[in-house]
């Protein structure tokens, strides 16, 4: 059974940096690509990276470019977020969601993990 | 980058009644369109991707269609267990994966 157990959130202040970790199981992990998407209070669902396989291709949506970074350790089966300049606007609760192969579809998902940005 | 346009942003249905929720792409994106629910608490679950293929388990009265800009998501009998939100997310060529503003279906 495929697992995604997020972890790493909390309360920072405005400006303040946070690492989410994604453990994963029930799969191959280093085989597939993966996502954070995040969902704040009273929204909808918002796509924040991505990240290939081996880690060698990366995007991030525009609200979080050259702020937030996407990596994964395939030998621990993890996935990471570490965000820097934290703002108001990045509390949410964050998900990690594994892809389908070839697709653009998320099938896995964890819980996810609150972070508030607040002083 | 491509918008996706979703609507009703909410509903309120019998059970029993058949609910269609649509999708509109700010350009063609192909089939590359799917559909999630979301209920609070909880993590998303991909009921159909590709605009039209249900994912394993996922009851049947769940249907997708359409291609290019326009698509539909259709509960054909609304159960009390489909009270959630729902969310189209597009994936054509690269990233960003942009979902649509969602639909949250209550019962009436």
């Known amino acids: 059974e495929v697992q995604l157990v997020e972890s790493g959130g909390g309360l920072v202040q405005p400006g303040g940096s946070l690492r989410l970790s994604c453990a994963a199981s029930?799969?191959?992990?280093?085989?597939?690509?993966m996502n954070w998407v995040r969902q704040a209070p009273g929204k909808g669902l918002e796509w924040v990276s991505h990240i290939r396989s081996s880690g060698s291709t990366i995007y991030y949506a525009d609200s979080v470019k050259g702020r937030f970074t996407i990596s994964r350790d395939n030998a621990k089966n993890s996935l990471y977020l570490q965000m820097n300049s934290l703002r108001a606007e990045d509390t949410a609760v964050y998900y990690c969601?594994?892809?389908?192969?070839?697709?653009?579809?998320?099938?896995?998902w964890g819980q996810g993990t609150l972070v508030t940005v607040s002083s | 980058d491509i918008q996706m346009t979703q609507s009703p942003s909410s509903l309120s249905s019998s059970i029993g009644d058949r609910v269609t929720i649509t999708c509109q792409a700010s350009?063609?994106?192909?089939?590359?369109l799917n559909w999630y629910q979301h209920k609070p608490g909880k993590a998303p679950k991909l009921l159909i991707y590709?605009?039209?293929n249900l994912e394993t388990g996922v009851p049947s009265r769940f249907s997708g269609s359409g291609s290019g800009t326009d698509f539909t998501f259709t509960i054909s009998s609304l159960q009390p267990e489909d009270i959630a939100t729902y969310y189209c997310?597009?994936?054509?060529?690269?990233?960003?994966?942009?979902f649509g503003g969602g639909t949250k279906v209550e019962i009436k």
């Open positions: 997310q597009q994936y054509d060529n690269l990233p960003p994966f942009t």
């Open positions: 969601a594994k892809q389908q192969f070839v697709r653009g579809s998320f099938d896995s």
């Open positions: 029930g799969f191959t992990f280093s085989s597939y690509e």
């Open positions: 590709d605009a039209s």
């Open positions: 350009q063609d994106i192909n089939n590359y």
